[in-house]
């Protein structure tokens, strides 16, 4: 009676070590910066640019209202400049490298230096790469709302 009370008592020790064994947590590696830069324009807009410049790029965001200055209707970039989508320019708002910052205040968040800061524990040159094609991600999606 003791040797099947130690059989059954080491059966049920392998059972319960093999169902711990088969509940093996997988570790996700961490997304690669390419990966996580490769956010699609559209989600960017949507979550950085919306509440202002609204979904249609208008600048009739619900937040809009509450600013001091008129929200540009960025629908008409490329109309405004001879039908010509001016990317390179969209980009400097973007980044802030267009601001005149002795004017006055930004009055846009500058969010090229917010994308470099995401990863503080990555390298600068990944830093920057990544803010870079979130930054040209994003000018794609507005090129996409132009009127024609």
Known sequence: MNRLITILGIVVLMCF???TAGEVKIKKAPLEWQQAATIDGGVLYHN???????LAGKGDGPAASAL???VPDLTVLAVNNDGVYPHEQVEK???GKSRVVAHGTID???W???FVN???D??????NAFAHQRIYNLTLHIETLQSE
């Open 93 to 95: 708002a973007i980044t």
């Open 48 to 54: 950085l640019c919306a509440s202002c410049h609204g």
């Open 122 to 127: 990555w390298k600068q040159f990944r830093r």
């Open 118 to 120: 995401v990863r503080p």
């Open 17 to 19: 070590a093999s169902a």
């Open 68 to 70: 001091n200055k008129t």
């Open 112 to 114: 090229g230096q917010q």
């Open 108 to 110: 846009m968040p500058v």
